[in-house]
């Protein structure tokens, strides 16, 4: 997890330094950028390996981990000047949600459940027909119908919507990966998983949800906020990676209400603390598509609450005020009479000096 963060923070640091020094090269050709693409890279063969080993329950909610190591690192490398009154306002909720994400981690992981079985492929088949997954099955599918149909249909560009996608993908994702992943290791230490048809099944599942998780994440980018969608996508897709732990490698049979209590405190510690942490990320300012009187250094603002000289653009880019009225019929203008188009000389001038307009 932490691996991770750091590419997220590598990344951003490549284009900060390539926007600062106006380096033509593209980011992908830094050596940050690369640095940060194989610790992501080996962070998700680590992730991927410890589905065999652990439960779902305790890897999906670890993925706060990130969330606290980009911010951590971000401070550490990405840090602005600030006066220490600005950094306590502009910090103090991200320290309090790394706190509380950091509390909240020591609980779940602390009552948790530990039972863990080998995952064979007899193992998984039983697991796969059993009624308790195929009853969640069945509404994981109706649900992701209903939210998808309103979705395209319906033009809901909810992002609780996308992201309930995105959970609902999720849930069939961990539980692919776990048992790929198992199966992988099983072979690994001698006892070959890799001739059952099952293997194949759940490997074309994962890429399949992955795939379609990925589109829909972007599609939310294109929408919305990150540090949003960051807080959002991490509580549905836990809720939904427990749920699936749950139900399909019933790993909560043999735990106690006190652990499971505790467990879910913890979850929802964690959850308050990614909200925290996401909440006090700078947001970037909306696209000005004209330059108001304040930003120009040397003149002065002509309102005196700074508002903008041009009125409202209306959506369009344009330089102006003007709104596009091509649909509207052009207004007939009144017959001209030519025999009155002579120009008479006049004496004086009409307008008296005290009309005139004072620029």
């Not at 980011?27 to 680590?46: A, N």
Request: proline content about 4%; charged content about 15%.
């Amino acid at each position: 997890m932490l691996v991770l963060g750091s590419h997220q923070t590598g990344s951003k640091r490549s284009h900060v330094v390539l926007a600062g020094t106006k380096d033509p090269r593209h980011f992908y050709r830094t050596k940050t950028w690369w640095s940060g693409f194989l610790l992501m890279l080996v962070g998700e063969g680590m992730l991927f390996v410890s589905y065999a080993f652990a439960p779902l329950s305790l890897i999906a909610p670890l993925s706060a981990v990130s969330v606290i190591a980009s911010c951590i690192l971000g401070f550490l490398f990405l840090r602005e000047k600030w006066k220490p009154k600005e950094f306590l306002k502009r910090y103090i909720l991200s320290f309090l949600g790394c706190a509380l994400t950091i509390g909240g981690t020591y609980l779940f992981v602390t009552f948790g459940p530990n039972s863990h079985e080998k995952l064979n492929a007899e193992n998984i088949v039983k697991h796969l027909i059993g009624w308790p997954f195929l009853l969640y099955l069945l509404l994981e599918i109706i649900t992701f119908c209903l939210v998808l149909y309103f979705y395209k249909q319906r033009s809901a560009n909810y992002l609780v919507l996308i992201l309930l996608l995105v959970a609902l993908l999720g849930s069939v994702t961990v539980i692919t990966v776990k048992a790929v992943s198992g199966m992988v290791v099983l072979s690994i230490q001698g006892s070959l998983q890799l001739s059952y048809p099952i293997f194949y099944v759940m490997f074309v599942c994962m890429v399949a949800t992955i795939v379609f998780q990925a589109s829909f994440l972007a599609q939310a980018s294109h929408l919305y906020d990150s540090s949003l969608i960051a807080c959002i996508n991490y509580i549905f897709s836990t809720v939904f990676a427990v749920a699936a732990g749950a139900i399909f490698y019933l790993e909560f049979n043999h735990e106690d209400v006190l652990h499971i209590c505790m467990f879910l405190l913890g979850c929802a510690v964690c959850f308050l603390g990614v909200f925290l942490i996401t909440k006090s990320k700078k947001k970037a300012k909306a696209f000005e598509p004209y330059v108001t009187m304040d930003m120009v250094k040397g003149i002065p603002t002509i309102h005196e609450k700074g508002l903008a000289v041009q009125p409202d653009y209306n959506g369009s880019f344009s330089y102006g005020a003007l709104v596009n009225n091509d649909s509207v019929a052009p207004a007939a203008l009144p017959p001209v009479n030519h025999e009155n188009l002579a120009v008479t000389p006049s004496h004086g001038h009409p307008y008296q000096t005290t009309e005139l307009k004072k620029d």
